[in-house]
């Protein structure tokens, strides 16, 4: 089985999921985008995950690979195979079905709560309140025929899925130590004063029960779409 992922910029990888798809025997591919690599044929992909990166999906004029790849997604989706959208990936996910996507009027960056939607159904289900990692000032709209999972204050859209195996999220389930020092240290000018954006060392002393809890989480989710 091969598990394909986009990513955007050097400093967001895989994070937690690496170890997670290695242990189940998948094997790992990649599209550097930022390096000028183009992706694979869409048969050839048993999973897809489009990771993060600071660039808004409404750059094409200067990086015209994201026409590319929002083509790619949506042909992907159109096979019914699993993917995982994070961040900027689920914001692509969006894009490429044809639903908005714009800043937000406030950044949420940082350890913050996310709220659970109760639904019918086959969709995945989140718990009802868990604190997981933001960092993000751009938002999607639902795309047509999605299920809204979660919701925080900050923002009214953080996960959904379009049909039984493709998940978009805001935020990232995937964060280690490491990941999150080097959002820091790439992304610091936008840790700006709001809201919903904290500051970087709190940030950087989240404890151990936290990214055990969002690993926990993640687990879950790819044992749910990988079904």
Known sequence: MRAHYFQHVPFEGLGAMEDWLSERGWEIFCTRFFAGESPPPVDEVDFLIAMGGPMSINDEAALPWLVTEKQFIRAYLATGRPMLGVCLGAQLMAGALGARVAPQAEREIGWLPIQGVANGGDVFAFPPEVTVFHWHGEAFDLPAGSVLLARSEGCAHQAFQIGERAIGLQFHLETTSASACALCENCRDELTPGPWVQSEQT?????????????????????????
């Open 203 to 227: 940030i950087l002393d989240a404890p151990k029960e936290t990214y055990a809890a969002n690993h926990q989480l993640l687990d879950a989710l790819l044992t749910y779409l990988t079904r």
